[in-house]
């Protein structure tokens, strides 16, 4: 991937996955290393606050809409929540606050999983909130892997740089 190019391909979206379960294995052995000086009950909050804030109401949006379009809010809540500014920002305000402690682990314990375990990172608007193919992108894909290049046009190149849109909503 690069600033012209916005994707992964299937082997450069695998290396990132692994980057972050490295991330994922060496937070969840600190945790494990200092097991009993970890405030548990902070832990489970630090981990869960970013699903109950940034995931859950999406989720329960997409399932509401049926298949049909979710609004933005939810993938804004979704993408700040999912942010490593906002979990640095959550880590060092505790961290002022209250003083470092093993239980700040749970924080990049949950985006690492997310990210290395699950393949999730942060969510365009266009494509549906939970995980879907985009005919677009499946076509543009195998273009790719099978070596030939997504034709496109001089002329259509600046329109072809301009986001989709899910159906049914506005720009």
């Given at each position: 991937m690069d ?7 299937r ?7 692994g980057?972050?379960?490295?991330g ?7 945790l ?9 009950p ?9 699903d ?7 989720a329960?949006?997409h ?9 933005r809010?939810y993938?804004?809540?979704?993408n ?5 500014l906002?979990?640095g ?5 505790w961290?002022?606050l209250?003083?470092?402690?093993w239980?700040?682990?749970?924080v ?5 999983g ?30 790719v ?6 034709p ?20």
């Amino acid at each position: 991937m690069d600033a012209a190019n916005r994707f992964e391909s299937r082997t450069t979206y695998r290396l990132l996955r692994g980057e972050y379960l490295a991330g994922l294995l060496i937070s969840a052995w600190l945790l494990i290393a200092h097991w009993d000086e970890v405030r548990w009950p902070v832990a489970v909050g630090l981990f869960l606050y970013i699903d109950v804030i940034g995931y859950i109401p999406g989720a329960l949006a997409h399932r509401r809409a049926k298949g049909g379009p979710v609004q933005r809010v939810y993938y804004v809540l979704y993408n700040t929540m999912h942010s490593w500014l906002t979990a640095g920002a959550v880590v060092g305000l505790w961290a002022w606050l209250f003083g470092w402690e093993w239980a700040l682990l749970a924080v990049p314990l949950h985006l690492c999983g997310d990210r290395g375990l699950l393949g999730n990172f942060l969510k365009p608007f266009s494509v549906p909130f939970e995980p879907a193919p985009h005919p677009a992108f499946t076509a543009f894909e195998a273009s790719v892997n099978s070596g030939g290049q997504a034709p496109v046009s001089p002329a259509g190149a600046a329109r072809d740089q301009q986001p989709l849109q899910p159906a049914g909503s506005r720009g």
